[in-house]
């Protein structure tokens, strides 16, 4: 969806000197982006399309993915970091990277997407495997495995190419799944604020997503990368079913 077009929530700046985390939920509109406090500012939200998103965190701007042409990044401003999570066209896609990096972005992508990266772009990036750790200005990475469990589909995520992320940052932790099923390390993982959670039948089904965010309780979750609403739907519903804590943020990424 244009970024023109998508609603977002607004903070009355009376309010935001008094956000926390917790109280997210109640929070209005002022600038396109999802915000929510953290230690020395803010951390600002904005779906684009499929797995791309802007993250705002204090000090820095993030790309998850960049892919679907320059156009659909718009207003943003440039980034001081992008991630790329695999290979594939919808999260590696060589033409929207060119046209979105800047002479300062620094780029962290799995070892796989490093190979197929021209020399110009090589020079500005970091190759991260599975259980690596980096840092980049204020924000600590960690490379999650990201890999298929159902034999049937392994070729396409085969374990220990492809990774996750997992991002801390002004005092919150926040974890990007990129193309995964429920493995044993996204179960196990612990105190994140924000969830980003690729729901499809390719990657966690929405009964798979509803069964990990029961396992690790984040306080939100972005149900993303869906091919349809209607399984982003489903994965929310499920969730709220289940009860526990984590609030499910519904936005369009088609």
């Given at each position: 969806m244009e970024l023109t077009r998508r609603r977002s929530l607004q903070i009355g700046l009376a309010c935001l000197s008094a956000l926390s985390l917790a109280g997210l939920a109640s929070a209005q509109a002022e600038e396109v982006g999802d915000r929510y406090g953290a230690d020395g500012g803010e951390i600002v939200v904005v779906p684009i399309r499929e797995a791309s998103f802007a993250l705002k965190v204090p000090g820095l701007v993030i790309y998850n993915d960049p892919a679907g042409g320059r156009e659909l990044f718009e207003g943003q401003p440039e980034p001081g970091l992008i991630l790329i999570c695999h290979e594939h066209i919808d999260h590696f896609d060589l033409d929207t990277l060119k046209k979105v990096v800047g002479a300062d972005t620094r780029l962290?992508?799995?070892?796989?997407?490093?190979?197929?990266?021209?020399?110009?772009?090589?020079?500005?990036?970091?190759?991260?495997?599975?259980?690596?750790?980096?840092?980049?200005?204020?924000?600590?990475?960690?490379?999650?495995?990201?890999?298929?469990?159902?034999?049937?589909?392994?070729?396409?995520?085969?374990?220990?190419?492809?990774?996750?992320?997992?991002?801390?940052?002004?005092?919150?932790?926040?974890?990007?799944?990129?193309?995964?099923?429920?493995?044993?390390e996204l179960r196990g993982l612990k105190d994140i604020d924000i969830a980003f959670l690729a729901i499809s039948r390719w990657t966690l089904t929405p009964e798979q997503g509803a069964s990990a965010v029961a396992s690790f309780g984040p306080a939100f979750a972005y149900p993303y990368h869906y091919e349809n609403v209607q399984e982003r739907d489903a994965f929310a519903a499920r969730v709220q079913a289940a009860g526990g804590r984590t609030k499910v943020v519904v936005r369009d990424w088609r």
């Open positions: 962290v992508v799995n070892p796989a997407t490093m190979q197929m990266l021209p020399p110009d772009l090589r020079s500005k990036a970091t190759a991260l495997a599975n259980g690596e750790t980096i840092k980049v200005g204020p924000v600590q990475i960690e490379a999650i495995p990201a890999y298929h469990l159902v034999p049937a589909y392994t070729h396409y995520h085969p374990r220990g190419r492809d990774n996750g992320y997992l991002l801390t940052v002004a005092g919150r932790r926040i974890y990007i799944s990129g193309d995964t099923d429920a493995t044993p």
